[in-house]
Structure formats: structure tokens, C-alpha cells
């Protein structure tokens, strides 16, 4: 599985962006698709996660209620919708997959994840 994250740029603060990560190669309706991110001087963290199956969503309390995960399984494709930006959300976003048993688990943890996607630079400003 390949992945591709795109999407990313500079935005003032409370402004928005939507990355966007498609997947290409043997791909599974048992996925589930995370998006990760880190800022500069500072370990990788799950940003959330969506099942690609059932749909169901997990996030981190620092985006919850601001950033939103989609998907379109035609195109093979996740977004994550990022409204309210603030600063501290500047960082490299990246894209990961990983298989799991029930559609109702969400990984948060980086190890949990085999596959990654190149990252994105998001840059927001004060």
C-alpha cells in the first residue's frame, strides 16, 4: 500500500485546510486510515483516525471538536478537515494505514501502524 498525503500550506490562525491522503495498491475494507503530525523539536502524534469500513472516527483531544476525518472509499481517499487552526497545530501531517481485526478498533499509537504516507507541512500563523 502506497500512501500520498497532500494538501498542506501556510493559513492564518482560525483559518482552515483540508488535507487529503489516497491510497494506491492492494488496500482492504479492514483498514483504518490515521493521520499523525510533528511539530519541530517534537515526537510524531496521532491526530485521529477513521475506520474505513464502518466509518467510525477517533480523535485527539487537542483537534477534537475542530478537525473532522472523511472518506471516499472510491477514490481510495482520506481527508482531514482542519477548521479553527491554531499555531500550535503547525507541523509535518502524515498519512498511515494499518489492517486491524474489527472495524471498531482505532489505533492511536505510531508502532500500531505499518504503512505511511510521505508528510505535508501545515504553517499556521499568529
Known amino acids: 500500500v502506497q500512501l500520498q498525503a497532500f494538501g498542506g500550506g501556510l493559513v492564518q490562525a482560525g483559518g482552515s485546510l483540508r488535507l487529503s491522503c489516497a491510497a494506491s495498491g492492494r488496500t482492504s475494507s479492514r483498514y483504518v486510515m490515521g493521520w499523525f503530525r510533528q511539530a519541530p523539536g517534537k515526537e510524531r502524534e496521532f491526530v485521529g483516525a477513521?475506520?474505513?469500513?464502518?466509518?467510525?472516527?477517533r480523535y485527539a483531544d487537542s483537534v477534537k471538536g475542530r478537525f473532522t476525518i472523511s472518506r471516499d472509499n472510491a477514490k481510495k481517499t482520506v481527508y482531514l478537515q482542519m477548521n479553527g487552526l491554531k499555531p500550535e497545530d503547525t507541523a509535518v501531517y502524515y498519512c498511515?494505514?494499518?489492517?486491524?481485526?474489527?472495524?471498531?478498533?482505532?489505533?492511536?499509537?505510531?508502532?500500531?501502524?505499518?504503512?505511511w504516507g510521505q508528510g505535508t507541512q501545515v504553517t499556521v500563523s499568529s
Open positions: 498511515a494505514s494499518t489492517i486491524v481485526d474489527y472495524p471498531t478498533i482505532l489505533p492511536t499509537a505510531l508502532s500500531l501502524y505499518r504503512y
Open positions: 477513521l475506520s474505513m469500513s464502518g466509518g467510525s472516527t
